[in-house]
């Protein structure tokens, strides 16, 4: 996906509505262990993982914000988009969410958080899953310093043909401003370890996160 198209995506709600969220149990201090074994990256040998059949169980542990709601969102390429898009929600309970998705739609998938409370969103913007920032290896932890001081990222999970997947999501909220320049919490959301992603689907990040008010494709 360019730039340019996100861009205008998420130009109604100003570079504030990328990512904002206030709300209790988001933003625990990223790094704390939680004495369950690091996921590997969830990805396969296959090139093209849109042919597989049947389904794959996605297990998620997400650090940092108990009670957000995890969407899975498949749209279909530009040039093929879908009838309807396909999503399946969880939400996270005792640091983990579990999603059965379509092993085909795997590939060009992405992911966002949303709370109950309506609070995980700014002007209608919602977090999206950084899946892997470009300078950042396959399989690598990133510290939420690191996250916080990358320009790009991707979002479009490469996808898997698996029955089943793992991947660990941390969070972390920190001090924006909005359009107006009016101070508000914001969130960003990013894979640890980095996943496999699509390759060019590099979009600018706002504070190392990705937000969309719009489906997206990959």
Same mark, same amino acid.
């Given at each position: 996906?360019?730039?340019?198209?996100?861009?205008?995506?998420?130009?109604?709600?100003?570079?504030?509505?990328?990512?904002?969220?206030?709300?209790?149990?988001?933003?625990?201090?990223?790094?704390?262990?939680?004495?369950?074994?690091?996921?590997?990256?969830?990805?396969?040998?296959?090139?093209?993982?849109?042919?597989?059949?049947?389904?794959?169980?996605?297990?998620?542990?997400?650090?940092?914000?108990?009670?957000?709601?995890?969407? @899975?969102?498949?749209?279909?390429?530009?040039?093929?988009?879908?009838? &309807?898009?396909? !999503?399946? +929600? /969880?939400?996270?309970?005792? #640091?983990?969410?579990?999603?059965?998705?379509?092993?085909?739609?795997?590939?060009?998938?992405?992911?966002?958080?949303?709370?109950?409370?309506?609070?995980?969103?700014?002007?209608?913007?919602?977090?999206?899953?950084?899946?892997?920032?470009?300078?950042?290896?396959?399989?690598?932890?990133?510290?939420?310093?690191?996250?916080?001081?990358?320009?790009?990222?991707?979002?479009?999970? @490469?996808?898997?043909?698996?029955?089943?997947?793992?991947?660990?999501? &941390?969070?972390? !909220?920190? +001090? /924006?401003?909005?359009?107006? #320049?009016?101070?508000?919490?914001?969130?960003?959301?990013?894979?640890?370890?980095?996943?496999?992603?699509?390759?060019?689907?590099?979009?600018?990040?706002?504070?190392?996160?990705?937000?969309?008010?719009?489906?997206?494709?990959?």
């Amino acid at each position: 996906m360019s730039n340019l198209r996100l861009r205008r995506a998420l130009l109604a709600g100003g570079v504030a509505a990328l990512l904002t969220v206030s709300v209790a149990g988001c933003g625990s201090t990223p790094g704390t262990d939680s004495g369950s074994p690091t996921p590997s990256p969830a990805t396969s040998e296959s090139s093209s993982p849109t042919t597989a059949s049947g389904n794959t169980m996605l297990t998620m542990s997400v650090q940092g914000c108990e009670g957000c709601t995890i969407t @899975a969102i498949q749209v279909g390429p530009k040039d093929n988009y879908l009838p &309807t898009p396909f !999503t399946a +929600a /969880g939400n996270v309970t005792s #640091g983990q969410v579990s999603l059965t998705v379509p092993t085909k739609y795997t590939k060009g998938m992405y992911f966002t958080a949303t709370c109950t409370t309506g609070q995980c969103n700014s002007s209608n913007a919602q977090p999206v899953v950084v899946m892997r920032y470009p300078d950042v290896a396959v399989g690598a932890d990133v510290s939420d310093s690191v996250a916080a001081a990358e320009k790009s990222a991707s979002m479009c999970w @490469a996808g898997t043909t698996e029955s089943s997947a793992m991947m660990a999501l &941390t969070t972390t !909220t920190f +001090a /924006g401003k909005d359009a107006q #320049g009016n101070p508000l919490q914001s969130m960003r959301i990013w894979a640890s370890p980095q996943q496999e992603v699509v390759p060019g689907t590099d979009s600018n990040t706002y504070e190392g996160g990705l937000g969309a008010q719009n489906y997206l494709h990959c």
